[in-house]
């Protein structure tokens, strides 16, 4: 059955996370990507955690694996002219080149968009960077927590009297791939069309700043900062995360008054029920508030008051672990984690595609390549290079 992005070709010279991940998910809808790295200044995110096995190596890291899997590899010291040669003509085959090095750094290796669309116009190209590729802050160099900094997200999160907390991880880094592949895809629209191809810079930190936009627009309305307000809500109360006897926590939210009074009935606390029978009067105790369900919660089991409260209309959920969210029984049903065979470490787990499509289904067909696993493939194959061409590569360390 077909996909529907085959006969699509892709040069990924991005690396980590945000520009990775634009490269998988046109992989798992069957375009050919041709992820472009160095052994020699090892990327990024081959270093990071977890590993498989829990050993640390270049060729364990589980959060590669993923954002990197149904993707060719090949191995370019793009230092070296000879290298840089190679990648160019890579751009020439390609329809689409992803990238995420520092604003200048492709303009300086003459791989830039205006030097690889002089000879393939239909080019579409996308940079990925913290602040985008022009203006006085361009050149910051950083990860998705320095996004996330900038994009107001760490001073927004937390608790007022702590220090800011910020969202777990490089929070950008997984927000500006879904703005970048959406362009993306118009831009192969248009082409269609056109014939011609586009050049698409993404700004991890105004993707960032996009989800706040409710924030922004009051203080564009009001004056008003957001302020750090932990689990708390504006317009619910209780709204929390509370402990319970098995170590774990369950999510509750509170509607309205009518689901305050049924937990009320159900945390068998009928005074509590009048008490706080009005929004304004839990909003202005939540502490309080949030110390009674707390108290309550903590003698039972997480998975029993899930049960129990979502049964009686009540939002409720366990916060889901590591293990509970490998097991869980609707994420399964829906495949979302895939098995796939590797070469070194014989069964490897990542991501399904994000998107069910009827007609044209996605899927991951295999495990993100070692380094420079599809080298003679790629040259020999997609660039019609001969075995003599490829061994003077080699030897020049152009292939490293």
Known sequence: ?????????????????????????????????????????????????????????????????????????????????????????????????????????????????????????????VSSSINGQDGPYSGLAGYGNVGAALSGFQ???????????????????????????????????EREQSGVGAYIDISQVECGAYLQSPYLAQYSAEGTVV???????????????????????????VGDDDQWRMLATVMNLPDASTDFRTLDVRLRRSEELDDLVAGWTVRHRSQDLEDLLQRVGIAAHVSADSRSFSEDTQLRHRGHLVELDHPLHGRVTVEAPRYQLSDTPLSVDRAAPVCGQDNTYVLSDILGLTAEQIETLESEGALA
């Open 1 to 125: 059955m077909s996909k529907p992005l085959d006969g699509v070709k892709v040069l990924d010279m991005s690396w980590v996370v945000a520009g990775p991940l634009v490269g998988r998910a046109l992989a798992d809808a069957g375009a050919t990507v041709v992820r472009v790295e160095s052994g020699t200044k090892v990327e990024t995110a081959r270093l990071m955690p977890p590993f498989e096995g829990g050993v640390a190596g270049h060729e364990n890291s589980a959060l590669y694996g993923n954002v990197n899997a149904g993707k060719l590899g090949v191995s370019l010291d793009l230092r070296l002219p000879a290298a840089r040669a190679v990648a160019r003509s890579l751009a020439d085959w390609a329809d689409i080149v992803l990238e995420s090095y520092a604003p200048g750094r492709m303009k300086k290796w003459g791989l830039d968009y205006e030097s690889l669309s002089a000879t393939n116009p239909g080019l579409i190209m």
């Open 155 to 189: 001073s927004a999160v937390g608790w007022e009297d702590r220090l800011p907390l910020g969202p777990f991880g490089p929070y950008t880094d997984y927000v500006a791939p879904r703005f970048g592949l959406a362009a993306l895809l118009a831009a192969l629209l």
């Open 227 to 253: 302020a750090r307000r932990g689990n708390s809500d504006a317009a619910f109360a209780p709204n929390g995360v509370y402990p319970c006897v098995d170590g774990r926590f369950v999510a509750i939210t």
